[in-house]
């Protein structure tokens, strides 16, 4: 699976960005996440979405403002997620993965094998 995100930008605190994440290849049994990465720190799990559900998944910090969403078609997946009310600590690369990962188990990023390259978000205060 190739993972291709796009939509990374520089925003205002309070602002919002839709992030995207073109797929192709076989991609029908996966989880599709999206993982960030601020300077200095650990890659943490931000949200994830099981298609045959779908069944969504979010960390804490993002929930009730971050979006993850789905489409297909015979050609290509895209996911993606729609954040809102965003403020400095949402600043990082974000990145797209892929992966046939169970819904226990969506945060652990050592279970993913594919990765986009990623997409930078920053927030300005």
């Known amino acids: 699976v190739q993972l291709v995100e796009s939509g990374g930008e520089l925003v205002q605190a309070g602002g919002s960005l839709r992030l995207s994440c073109e797929a192709s290849?076989?991609?029908?049994?996966?989880?599709m996440s999206w993982f960030r990465q601020a300077p200095g720190k650990q890659r943490e799990f931000v949200a994830a979405?099981?298609?045959?559900?779908?069944?969504?998944?979010?960390a804490d910090s993002v929930k009730g403002r971050f979006t993850i969403s789905i489409s297909s078609d015979n050609a290509k997946t895209t996911v993606y997620l729609q954040m809102n009310s965003l403020n400095s600590d949402d600043t990082a690369v974000y990145y797209c993965?892929?992966?046939?990962?169970?819904?226990?188990?969506?945060?652990?990023?050592?279970?993913?094998?594919?990765w986009g390259q990623g997409t930078q978000v920053t927030v300005s205060s």
């Open positions: 979405i099981i298609p045959s559900g779908p069944s969504m998944y979010y």
């Open positions: 993965a892929a992966g046939v990962v169970g819904r226990q188990v969506v945060s652990l990023a050592r279970l993913y094998d594919s």
């Open positions: 290849g076989r991609t029908f049994r996966h989880t």
